[in-house]
């Protein structure tokens, strides 16, 4: 991966500020492939924009990611270091369509994309999202030989398929969801805690870039120079000019 310049990654930030959770993985996934259209990073595996947002995490910031976590059970603030590289390693997802059979229901079904994550996330409930992934992404469905539509399917497939499903697409795709298990070291108790890489590489975007405008600010007014030509020094550089403005 090539890392994105400073003055792309302020346009990435820029542009992020009035969009949510969504809009914003959709921002940073074009920082981490540039030059990808839309359509293709949104027709991804959710695990495969996932890996790619750990390496840009990576090729951004470091391999070193600390975390803060509250114990479900007695609610201790437990603080801790991670790996990234743990959790970027890219999977190969299926060429086809994944299929179970259970009993009377054979169902064939493909992994969720970006695009069917985005799709649940306008769902009212996560009730609702389950049942729109199911329908967007279920290839066909049969029950006793008889084919039953898509959108039916969340209402009537048993419980147990339904698990069997979740089962085979997590073991498909498991960057898709990163949940680490944390024990506390107060009472012991282990509190799963979902590690969402979006919201977390979005907020270390945002302290850098309000940091790094604060230099462009300090050097113009010292040195006149413009915004691109500050971006345009590399950090080093940058940080040794402001360090002789606060010696002067």
Do not use: K
Not at 219 to 238: D, F, K, V
């Amino acid at each position: 991966m090539t890392p994105t310049g400073p003055a792309e990654l302020l346009a990435t930030w820029e542009a992020g500020l009035a969009q949510h959770d969504s809009g914003r993985s959709l921002l940073l996934h074009r920082a981490a492939r540039p030059g990808t259209g839309t359509e293709v990073l949104l027709s991804m595996p959710v695990g495969e924009r996932e890996a790619d947002l750990f390496a840009l995490r990576r090729a951004l910031f470091g391999e070193r990611m600390q975390v803060r976590v509250e114990c479900a059970a007695c609610g201790e603030a437990m603080e801790f270091d991670l790996d990234a590289t743990l959790f970027g390693a890219r999977t190969r997802t299926p060429d086809g369509p994944l299929r179970v059979e259970d009993g009377e229901w054979a169902i064939e079904f493909r992994l969720p994309t970006v695009a069917d994550l985005a799709a649940a996330g306008t769902a009212p409930d996560q009730d609702g999202a389950r049942r729109l992934l199911m329908a967007r992404c279920t290839v066909s469905a049969v029950r006793g030989g008889d084919a039953v539509a898509p959108d039916r399917l969340a209402a009537l497939l048993p419980e147990r398929v339904q698990r069997r499903l979740a089962e085979l697409a997590e073991q498909a795709d498991p960057q898709a969801d990163v949940t680490l298990n944390v024990a506390c070291p107060e009472c012991g108790e282990a509190t799963p805690a979902e590690l969402d890489i979006t919201s977390y590489l979005w907020t270390e975007l945002d302290t850098w870039a309000r940091d790094l405008m604060l230099d462009v600010h300090l050097l113009a007014t010292a040195y006149g120079w413009s915004e691109p030509e500050i971006l345009a020094l590399s950090p080093l550089r940058r940080r040794y000019y402001l360090e002789l403005c606060a010696d002067a």
